[in-house]
């Protein structure tokens, strides 16, 4: 089965969303400091994806 453009696009922008809500809650439930930081960091880095993708979603289509 092959996937528009806008399926990619919106299956990706999925992903990140949930990539963010995954590393906010393991930040949350780590021992480890250092780690809990990088998972937050990835947190915003997954949300920076999430919203580019998404402002391409609302430009083209």
Do not use: C, P, W
């Amino acid at each position: 089965m092959d996937l528009t453009t806008k399926e990619i696009v919106t299956k990706m922008k999925l992903d990140a969303e949930e990539m963010v809500r995954d590393y906010e809650v393991h930040s949350k439930k780590v021992n480890d400091s250092e780690v809990a930081d990088l998972f937050k960091t990835f947190a915003e880095e997954s949300g920076y994806q999430a919203a580019r993708l998404n402002k391409i979603l609302e430009e083209k289509f």
